[in-house]
């Protein structure tokens, strides 16, 4: 890229070339400010008679612009998603599982403390249908309950066929869909906002398991 750039500025007027090359940093600064990404550091499958059960530890820093809106009592919903997809040698894979985990995450001025809802599908703000409350003290301490999924149950092993093959896709995300409607307008196309991972793996259970 900057050998591209060389190139294209040589023969340029000098006040230009010098405006093309700020632009030039500040488009490289924003993609690297992109290229952050939030990692997936470990990733376990196992199998028993009943079902595929999925565990994962995730690595991210929440962003400034995240958390100045979870102080100002916006609350933020991270998505897990596991899709399982069957290969086809002849077309594109065909999905034919997928399951979901929302973790609603909100911090409560009069407490001082932070609520983690966790639930398979979008909560309503009262909290119904919610499968699991709890409370922290902490931001960094309700984070990492966010980042850690175990044995989270994405299929019944009857679901599917041992002779097949399959795969695993599976993803993480700040899920912009369910903030406010001003906040999705200022968030869209802000790397600030981008928190998000996706590993696609053979659907393999642990040696042993």
Known sequence: MTDFFTHCCK??????????????????AGMAQAQVAT???????????DE?????????????????????????????????LRE???????????TERHMRLAYQPLTRRW????????????????????SFDALAQALSAIKR??????????ELDGATKYKL???FKLDLGQLPR???????GQSDWDISANLLTPLVAESGK
Do not use: C, H
């Open 11 to 28: 023969n340029l007027p000098l006040s230009i070339a010098l405006r093309l090359l700020v632009v030039w940093l500040w488009l490289a």
């Open 39 to 49: 990692d997936i550091t470990q990733l376990r499958l196992e199998r028993s008679e």
């Open 52 to 84: 595929w059960q999925l565990s994962a530890q995730l690595q991210f820093e929440i962003p400034t612009a995240v958390e100045d809106a979870l102080l100002k009592g916006i609350p933020m919903v991270f998505v897990y998603n596991a899709e399982v």
């Open 88 to 98: 086809r040698w002849y077309w594109s894979d065909k999905k034919v599982l997928s």
């Open 115 to 134: 609520r983690l809802n966790v639930s398979s599908g979008p909560a309503a703000a009262n909290g119904a249908g919610l499968a699991l409350n709890q």
């Open 149 to 158: 999924i175990a044995k989270w149950k994405i299929a019944d092993a009857s």
């Open 169 to 171: 896709d599976f993803r």
């Open 182 to 188: 001003p906040f999705q307008i200022g968030a869209l």
